[in-house]
Nanobody, 124 residues
């Protein structure tokens, strides 16, 4: 089992920044690809960003490219999502997830473990 706990969400004005953190426990963190997903009210959960086991490979959904950066610190069992130039459309609950793969994964159903989510609200 892997336990994931997100933090760092909040209310921010459009154009602002937030940094989400997700701390993992329970298994060897570096054995897992990590991802961030989000779910807005009335919408399906969607992929945001993913990173492979070493941090050397990352992928993003098109709408956040150039604004969001995913990174990880395996010594701290933590994955981050730096979100800059936030837009009201970024408002959602953001979830951290772990997949039993060393390669980065963009597909939601391939993730094995999920955090409880953290709310991000961007006001216009």
């Amino acid at each position: 089992q892997v336990q994931l706990v997100e933090s760092g969400g909040g209310l921010v004005q459009a154009g602002g920044s937030l940094r989400l953190s997700c701390v993992a426990s329970g298994r060897i963190f570096s054995n897992y690809a990590m991802g961030w997903f989000r779910q807005a009210p009335g919408k399906e959960r969607e992929f945001v960003a993913t990173i492979n086991w070493s941090g050397g490979s990352t992928y993003y959904r098109d709408s956040v490219k150039g604004r969001f950066t995913i990174s990880r610190d395996n010594a701290k069992n933590t994955v981050y999502l730096q979100m800059n130039t936030l837009e009201p459309e970024d408002t959602a609950v953001y979830y951290c997830a772990a997949a039993s793969s060393r390669g980065a994964i963009t597909i939601l159903r391939l993730y094995d473990y999920w955090g409880q989510g953290t709310q991000v609200t961007v006001s216009s």
